[in-house]
């Protein structure tokens, strides 16, 4: 047929309301980041790769306090002194140290 598209229009993105729920159960993950004090309730970061506009597989969200969401996406706070590769350092350890909870429960 004509102008049908060759792929989907939506990302075919992982969804898992039992990690989600879990992820919402952990502490902040920017605990550790110097100068960070938790403000707020745990939120599901979705942290991994996306196409653009689209939030990220569940299975890479990470708990996060809503400031620290909201200073992580901005760049402010704590996190306006990280570049490039402390924020993928951040990124990749808070997905793997949420994924490995997820195993251990």
């Not at 075919?12 to 992820?23: G, P, Q, S, T």
């Not at 938790?38 to 400031?67: S, V, W, Y």
């Amino acid at each position: 047929m004509l102008g049908r598209r060759s792929t989907p229009r939506r990302s075919e993105r992982v969804r898992d309301l039992a990690y989600l729920a879990f992820v919402h159960t952990l502490p902040c993950v920017a605990l550790n980041v110097p100068g960070h004090r938790c403000a707020g309730p745990i939120e599901a970061d979705h942290m991994g790769p996306r196409p653009l506009g689209r939030k990220a597989d569940a299975r890479t969200a990470a708990p996060i306090c809503q400031l620290g969401h909201i200073q992580r996406t901005d760049f402010s706070g704590p996190f306006r002194v990280f570049d490039q590769d402390a924020v993928r350092r951040f990124l990749a350890d808070s997905i793997a140290s949420t994924q490995a909870a997820w195993e251990r429960r």
